[in-house]
């Protein structure tokens, strides 16, 4: 059972980092780097579902590369909390398929994420995903 909030998003925030959401889903799915790359901060830290430590640099590499290749991603079951102003924790699930290293894959993940602002701009600081049953 996730933590209960202590207090509502703000709606700017909020409509912000639902929309960087969205464009997240859909720059990872079309493997679309310049896309990614506006929406990780530039000393991200990922954390992926094998535990490995990966920069935006890193990540980055594995969508322009074709390492990692997505043909299905969804994203569902969203919780927002408003850590302080321009600081967004976001968990969710992620349903995904696709090919990673030649090797093809199912999977399904729940991922924390921290979302920053930075002048008009969110960001992605931080994530971290595991693999769930």
């Given at each position: 059972?996730?933590?209960?909030?202590?207090?509502?998003?703000?709606?700017?925030?909020?409509?912000?980092?639902?929309?960087?959401?969205?464009?997240?889903?859909?720059?990872?799915?079309?493997?679309?780097?310049?896309?990614?790359?506006?929406?990780?901060?530039?000393?991200?830290?990922?954390?992926?579902?094998?535990?490995?430590?990966?920069?935006?640099?890193?990540?980055?590499?594995?969508?322009?590369?074709?390492?990692?290749?997505?043909?299905?991603?969804?994203?569902?079951?969203?919780?927002?909390?408003?850590?302080?102003?321009?600081?967004?924790?976001?968990?969710?699930?992620?349903?995904?398929?696709?090919?990673?290293?030649?090797?093809?894959?199912?999977?399904?993940?729940?991922?924390?994420?921290?979302w920053t602002r930075k002048g008009a701009s969110w960001r992605i600081a931080s994530m971290h995903a595991s693999a769930i049953g």
């Amino acid at each position: 059972m996730p933590p209960a909030s202590t207090a509502r998003p703000s709606p700017e925030a909020l409509r912000a980092v639902e929309a960087g959401e969205r464009r997240l889903r859909d720059a990872a799915l079309a493997g679309d780097v310049a896309a990614l790359d506006a929406l990780l901060a530039e000393d991200l830290v990922f954390i992926d579902r094998a535990g490995q430590i990966l920069g935006k640099q890193q990540d980055l590499d594995l969508h322009r590369s074709g390492a990692l290749r997505l043909t299905r991603l969804e994203f569902s079951d969203y919780r927002f909390h408003e850590l302080a102003e321009g600081v967004m924790l976001v968990w969710l699930r992620a349903d995904a398929e696709g090919r990673s290293a030649g090797q093809p894959f199912v999977a399904a993940l729940r991922f924390t994420r921290v979302w920053t602002r930075k002048g008009a701009s969110w960001r992605i600081a931080s994530m971290h995903a595991s693999a769930i049953g």
